[in-house]
Structures are given as structure tokens and as C-alpha cells.
């Protein structure tokens, strides 16, 4: 027979700062002073234990148990938007998420991928953890496959790795390279690229290819930072858990 598992008991001072509500040394002061109060009973000393069962209340509030943030890998389908309306009535990705994996809780997309463009679009609970992937001091770099059409060479991908000014802003990515080698009795077709971006602007990819009268007719996010598409399928998603992503944020995010 398996025994429940007893819930983890810590001190007083420790759950009420993990509940958000102040530091652990307020706390103590705030025990001190008769404010606080478990399971209705008046705390008179900051050696006490607690549990996640527990009811903690402080000066007639209740503190709840902060749920640890959660983050998943989505393939982000061709024609969806990323938005939670869109006024034309087009099909976003909330509106697929909601509908295809209706137990997911509300989540926010760690930046967009435009209508026309596919791959992993990363999804969270936590708006701190979206706002820190998105900030460029993290310097994740954003990998893209890319399908151009036109006539490619040797000259205009080297201009490219150099950047492109458009409008006063500079687009420039991190690393550009074909899959395969350009077939030179062919002038004008597809050809598949790798190019990776730090900064991550709007449209920065199509606007490199653009800026050389180059199609982008497929675009594909194969990673974005740390987290990799691998071999999801158009609309699958998969949840990447707690232990994982450790190394990759400030602590005081994931206790957020």
C-alpha cells in the first residue's frame, strides 16, 4: 500500500514571502507585532511550520499559494495570428489553443510570428518570464529555415551578413548560410536558408530578402534561444517543465 505523501511544512516567515507578500525578516516583524494568523489562530512566534494547506492571513487578507510559472513549446501552423482578437475575424493562435487543448490555462506568446510565417512560437503564464525571453540583454539568438525565391548568390548573401539600413534601423542577422550549394545554371529559383537574429525586430527576416527584390515564400522558426522545435508537428505543443528551464532564468522569475 502507498502511503499520501505529507506536505512539505516550512517556517512561517519563508511561506508568507513566498506568497509574495513580504520580505522574510517583515514578516517576522509582522508576527511580532500580532498580524498575522493561521488557520484563524493568532501567531505569537515566528518558529512556527506551515503547509501549502495552511491559511495563512495577514491583517484580515488571505495568501494564497503562488503558482509556479509554466511554459510550452507550440508549432505555431501557417495562417494563424498572434493575437487574442482580430478584427477581420481570422483565425488566431489563441483561438486554436483554446479549441484544440481546452484544458491549457490562459498563456501569453513570447513575441509573434507573422501570418504567413510558421515554427515554434514559445507560450507562458508567467508575463516576467515572457518579458525577460524577449529583452535583447538576453541576446537568445532566434533561428529561422527560410525558403527564398529569386536570384540568390554568393554577393547578396554576403551583403546581408553585413546588414541591411531600411528607414534609419539596421537589420542585421547573426549568421546566414544556404543548405545547399547554389546550382549556377539556374538563375532565378527556390533556394532554402538558415539565418539566425539576436535582436528579433519585426520582420527583419523578410525585410533582409526584400531589401534584394528576394521572396520569402516559407518561414520557418526552428529555435528560439535555448528551446528548439525539434520535431514537432504544424499544431502540436509540448510542455517543458519546471526542472528544465533552471538554467536558463533567474531564480527569482521561476518563484514568481
Known amino acids: 500500500m502507498t502511503l499520501p505523501k505529507t506536505p512539505l511544512k516550512i517556517r512561517i516567515a519563508k511561506a508568507i514571502a513566498d506568497r509574495g507578500y513580504c520580505s522574510r525578516r517583515a514578516a517576522e516583524t509582522l508576527i511580532l507585532e500580532g498580524k498575522v494568523f493561521v488557520n484563524n489562530t493568532k501567531l505569537l512566534t515566528p518558529a512556527f511550520l506551515v503547509s501549502p494547506e495552511?491559511?495563512?492571513?495577514?491583517?484580515?487578507k488571505e495568501l494564497f499559494v503562488r503558482k509556479k510559472p509554466r511554459l510550452w513549446c507550440f508549432y505555431k501552423p501557417k495562417g494563424l495570428l498572434t493575437s487574442h482578437k482580430d478584427p477581420?475575424?481570422?483565425?488566431?493562435?489563441f483561438s486554436f489553443l483554446k479549441e484544440k487543448f481546452p484544458k491549457m490555462p490562459r498563456v501569453i506568446s513570447v513575441g509573434r510570428l507573422d501570418l504567413n510565417s510558421e515554427g515554434l512560437l514559445i507560450l507562458t503564464t508567467s508575463g516576467a518570464l515572457a518579458h525577460y525571453m524577449e529583452l535583447p540583454k538576453t541576446k537568445w539568438i532566434r533561428t529561422y529555415r527560410v525558403r527564398v525565391f529569386g536570384p540568390l548568390d554568393d554577393t547578396i548573401l554576403k551583403s546581408i551578413k553585413k546588414g541591411v539600413l531600411e528607414n534609419g534601423i539596421l537589420y542585421k542577422p547573426h549568421n546566414i548560410q544556404l543548405e545547399k550549394p547554389?546550382?549556377?545554371?539556374?538563375v532565378s529559383q527556390n533556394n532554402w536558408v538558415e539565418i539566425s537574429l539576436v535582436t528579433g525586430k519585426n520582420r527583419e527576416v523578410r525585410k533582409l530578402f526584400e531589401h534584394f527584390n528576394l521572396q520569402v515564400n516559407r518561414l520557418i522558426r526552428l529555435s528560439y534561444g535555448p528551446f528548439v522545435l525539434e520535431n514537432l508537428k504544424p499544431g502540436a505543443c509540448k510542455e517543458i517543465y519546471f526542472e528544465n528551464l533552471e538554467e536558463h532564468f533567474p531564480k527569482e522569475l521561476l518563484d514568481a
Do not use: A, M, S
Not at 495552511?54 to 484580515?60: F, H, V, Y
Not at 547554389?182 to 539556374?186: C, F, M, T
Open 54 to 60: 495552511d491559511k495563512i492571513r495577514i491583517e484580515g
Open 88 to 93: 477581420q475575424g481570422r483565425p488566431t493562435v
Open 182 to 186: 547554389l546550382k549556377k545554371e539556374k
